[in-house]
């Protein structure tokens, strides 16, 4: 079954940061203040790591992160993706593999993570909850790079509910637009809602809803929308 779902919500670079409380410096942010995770994902050319987006939109495959840029190791990009510091002390990459595998071995419910999407400079997406279900190494370039599966859950404000209520084995699963068609409906919108012209609280929104068959992989279907018009419109559907 899948939901009517919020639609994706646009958000500036510091409102994302406010929201979570934290300057978001770094990709991977295991269980800020002991809540849920947050990552940073981007599908731009120029992105630093090769995330992914599989089964329509509903699977984040995402890369672990490279060991800092020091003077003493000046190419991260040529060293095996760090699990410890040198103290010991597990990474973001070792605690996000734990929490994977602790989950598939059965011992815990699986780590809530939030993911933001880079779309231009300065300006993301909320790209909703996920689930944290595995994670493994890959060989790339002869180096040793770590991978996440993610599952988009029904998006929920409530960190608990997000944890303990969606079972992401039930089929209940949400899906993410694709980046392409995000960029491609920004551009052609021109980073306004298509019905007052407002260029803040933006959604994507998508016109047929995916409960009515609507498609999220076709630019035709979706739409920039102010949070006003997102929220009327989702009033009359229900
Ligand atoms: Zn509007």
Redesign the pocket.
């Known amino acids: 079954m899948i939901r009517n779902m919020i639609d994706q919500r646009i958000i500036p670079y510091i409102a994302m940061c406010q929201r979570e409380g934290t300057s978001l410096q770094r990709g991977m942010n295991f269980r800020l203040h002991g809540r849920h995770s947050v990552i940073l994902m981007s599908r731009r050319s120029d992105a630093p790591y090769a995330d992914r987006i599989e089964e329509d939109g509903s699977v984040l495959i995402y890369e672990g992160h490279d060991t800092a840029k020091t003077k003493d190791s000046p190419y991260p990009k040529l060293l095996d993706q760090p699990e410890f510091l040198n103290s010991g002390r597990l990474t973001e990459n070792g605690k996000f593999k734990k929490a994977a595998i602790d989950f598939k071995r059965g011992l815990k419910s699986p780590d809530v993570v939030k993911v933001y999407e880079k779309i231009l400079p300065g300006l993301w997406a909320d790209n909703g909850y996920f689930h944290l279900v595995d994670a493994w190494c890959e060989q790339v370039e002869e180096r040793d790079v770590f991978k996440f599966k993610l599952i988009a859950i029904p998006s929920s404000d409530d960190d608990l509910e997000a944890e303990t209520q969606f079972n992401p084995q039930s089929g209940e699963r949400r899906r993410i637009i694709p980046s392409a068609i995000k960029q491609e409906v920004w551009k052609r919108d021109q980073g306004k ?1 298509v ?4 260029g803040d609280e933006l959604h994507f929104d998508h016109i047929v809803p995916y409960s009515k068959g609507g498609t999220s992989l076709s630019a035709a279907n979706v739409q920039l ?2 949070m ?2 997102n929220l009327q419109k989702s009033a009359k559907i229900e």
């Open positions: 809602c019905l007052c012209g407002s929308l102010c006003r018009h």
